[in-house]
Nanobody, 120 residues
Framework: QVQLVESGGALVQPGGSLRLSCAAS????????MGWYRQAPGKERELVAA???????NYADSVKGRFTISRDNAKNTVYLQMNSLKPEDTAVYYC??????????????WGQGTQVTVSS
């Protein structure tokens, strides 16, 4: 079994910073892309940022210049550094990873979500 466990969500004031972490554990052979998505109330889930195993990144236009995604392949962990947070960043943030288990095929895994609230 594979699990993704997120941490770091919190209530923060506008202009503040947060760092989200997501650790993958279980029977993992390798991990391809990892990413962060978010879903605000009444809205669809959207991609925030993604990173390949080689370190190539892409970001939603709304977070470019404010958020930075990174990963530690040795720890099977992906991070999202969020700076200059805005109220519109309020959402549940979900970790996603394309994981290959030993002898298996790539499969998309999701974390349980962590709440980020930006409010004064």
């Amino acid at each position: 079994q594979v699990q993704l466990v997120e941490s770091g969500g919190a209530l923060v004031q506008p202009g503040g910073s947060l760092r989200l972490s997501c650790a993958a554990s279980g029977s993992i052979f390798s991990i391809n892309a990892m990413g962060w998505y978010r879903q605000a109330p009444g809205k669809e889930r959207e991609l925030v940022a993604a990173i390949t195993s080689g370190g190539n990144t892409n970001y939603a236009d709304s977070v470019k210049g404010r958020f930075t995604i990174s990963r530690d392949n040795a720890k099977n962990t992906v991070y999202l550094q969020m700076n200059s947070l805005k109220p519109e960043d309020t959402a549940v943030y979900y970790c996603n990873a394309d994981i290959i288990q030993a002898g298996g095929f790539p499969f998309d895994y999701w974390g349980q979500g962590t709440q980020v609230t930006v409010s004064s």
